[in-house]
């Protein structure tokens, strides 16, 4: 199907556009654009081991305000405008050398949800968690992050059912919104995030807020109104309203089984591993997403249940009914490393199966010889 995207968003139409055009000439025209959206994503990634590295419970801002280095949140301003830009770019790129195809867009689109995920997660490290004074707690994280991924998945679900991809507003943003939270930390320390800034409020509650109101009364509401107009003009992919739905049953049910081991489990794992819990859900999400993109790009019909949901549901069961005790934490690290490899494996059968049906390379725009 032909790819087509709608950005109304004013920051991106009329500022950030016109800096993609310039910093696009400047990109030589042997690049692959896949190889930029990669590096993008190996930025990011990078970035956030090195986060990680400095602050692995989200404590460092909060209890030591020194501990993360300046140069740390200044290379993290860096990377995600780095990062924003190659993401921005690619499908100029593509077009320019006239690469477009649906590998690139699939590449783009799956790492997107992937670093959704990240961009949430390296941000967390800014505001730090809750110490009884200042932070945000580990739930408010959970949820956070939720609202996030809902968003995400919303926008590509809506294109399943209306076979154009509304770019939300959010997205610019927020991208915008980073950059300047790490460039002011990195200038001012992360003291600014612990003083109250309106009416007792602090700049992190304010976020919070502010995403929460965007999600549910901009985004979502949009993404409605797009699927009743494609209804009204007769232009919806999916008749039936099972059809319509069935992409959201995997994420919800993913979303579920997650919050119930969030609220029931014994030794209280995201308080304990908030980093490799929530990193977990951004991955097995991530997973999930891409599936419906992949169906949503090749016109077939997406599974019922995602088979992450299996080993999760087991775990869960296990986890909260006490039966795995101690050892809640291990298997919290053995499920997530079990997601992150499958995701990787999934993706790199994705890319090897297109290139070769496609007769491209990856990340070259050399043909491929027909054997």
Not at 124 to 130: A, I, K, L
Not at 300 to 321: C, D, G, N, Q
């Amino acid at each position: 199907s032909q790819y087509s995207a709608v950005d109304t968003n004013p920051l991106s139409v009329y500022i950030m556009q016109p800096i993609w055009n310039k910093i696009i000439k400047i990109v030589p025209l042997w690049i692959a654009p896949n190889l930029l959206t990669f590096s993008g994503f190996v930025m990011i990634l990078f970035n956030y081991f090195l986060i990680s590295f400095y602050d692995w419970d989200y404590t460092a801002s909060g209890t030591s305000p020194g501990l993360v280095p300046t140069w740390v949140w200044l290379f993290s301003a860096f990377t995600t405008f780095c990062a924003y830009a190659l993401d921005s770019i690619d499908g100029k790129h593509a077009r320019r050398t006239q690469s477009s195809t649906p590998l690139g867009e699939l590449f783009d689109h799956g790492l997107d949800s992937w670093a959704t995920s990240i961009f949430v997660l390296s941000f967390f490290s800014v505001c730090s968690r809750d110490n009884g004074k200042t932070g945000v707690s580990v739930y408010t994280m959970y949820i956070y992050l939720s609202i996030v991924l809902f968003n995400f998945m919303c926008s590509h679900w809506e294109k399943y059912n209306t076979g154009v991809l509304f770019l939300p507003w959010g997205y610019d943003i927020s991208q915008v919104v980073l950059i300047a939270a790490y460039l002011l930390t990195g200038a001012v320390g992360v003291e600014i995030w612990q003083k109250p800034l309106l009416l007792g409020y602090y700049i992190t509650d304010i976020l919070v807020i502010l995403l929460i109101g965007f999600s549910l009364f901009l985004s979502f509401p949009q993404t409605l109104y797009n699927i009743h107009r494609a209804r009204l003009k007769k232009t919806l992919k999916n008749d039936s309203l099972y059809e319509g739905l069935l992409p959201l049953v995997s994420p919800l049910l993913l979303f579920v089984l997650l919050t119930v081991w969030v609220v029931l489990s014994p030794s209280n794992i995201l308080a304990k591993q908030p980093r490799l819990f929530l990193w977990m859900v951004g991955v097995a999400f991530s997973n999930v997403i891409c599936k419906v993109i992949v169906c949503q790009m090749s016109g077939t019909r997406p599974e019922l249940f995602h088979w992450f949901l299996f080993p999760l549901a087991l775990v869960v069961y296990v986890a909260i009914s006490g039966l795995l005790g101690w050892m809640e934490e291990a298997v919290l690290a053995a499920f997530a490393a079990l997601v992150t490899a499958a995701h990787v494996h999934y993706g790199v059968c994705v890319g090897r199966q297109l290139s070769e049906h496609l007769n491209i390379y990856i990340f070259s725009l050399k043909k491929r010889i027909q054997e």
